[in-house]
Structure formats: C-alpha cells, structure tokens
C-alpha cells in the first residue's frame, strides 16, 4: 500500500510559477513510477507528466512541454512538479499516483494510488 500526499498548490496570476510535491510511504519508493494528473471542472481526468522510478523515462502531456518539469527525490520520497509560465487554463485539481509499474506511463489505470489532489488556480 501506498499513501501519498500533495501539497504546493494555490493561486498564481497568468506566467506565474509553482511547485507541487507528493511526498509518499508505504511501499519502497524507488520501485514504482510516479505521475501526475489534473481534472478541471467539469472535465475528465487528464495525465500531466509521468517519471520511470529511477529517475529516466520522462513523458509529458504536449500542452506543458516546455513549461513543466517532472523530478523525484527518492532519498527524500518525493516527487516535484515544477510549473512555469502558468496559464488559466492550468486551472485544476492536480493529483499524483504512484505507478504499478517502475516505468513512466500516461494512463490513469498504469497508477493504482493516488493522492488526495492540491488546488491549482491561475488568474487572468
């Protein structure tokens, strides 16, 4: 079992910045590929960025290539989702998950833990 917690969201006007972090427990940390997600009102859940467990193997969703940068501490247990030039429509729930397997996917049903989501709001 794995337990995650989010935490770095809140309000950010447009081009502004953010870090996210999901620190993790239970399971061996550096065994498992870890993900994020995010759901606006009213839409579905959609894959941000994903991370292999040792670090390499890197997927990003096109509409943040170049503007986000997914990374892991696994000394710390940790996983970071930097966030630049911020938009409106990055406005979300963004989730993390652990991955039930150590390679980077970009499918929800690829992550079988999930935190309890952070609020990112951008101002226009």
């Known amino acids: 079992q794995v337990q995650l917690v989010e935490s770095g969201g809140g309000l950010v006007q447009t081009g502004g910045s953010l870090r996210l972090s999901c620190v993790a427990s239970?399971?061996?940390?550096?065994?498992?590929?870890m993900g994020w997600f995010r759901q606006a009102p009213g839409k579905e859940r959609e894959s941000v960025a994903s991370?292999?467990?040792?670090?390499?193997?890197?997927l990003y969703a096109d509409f943040v290539k170049g503007r986000f940068t997914i990374s892991r501490d696994n000394a710390k247990n940790t996983a970071y989702l930097q966030m630049n030039n911020l938009k409106p429509e990055d406005t979300a729930v963004y989730y993390c998950a652990g991955g039930t397997s150590p390679y980077a996917k970009s499918r929800a049903a690829d992550f079988g833990f999930w935190g309890q989501g952070t609020q990112v709001t951008v101002s226009s």
């Open positions: 991370i292999g467990a040792s670090g390499r193997g890197l």
């Open positions: 239970g399971r061996t940390f550096s065994s498992y590929a």
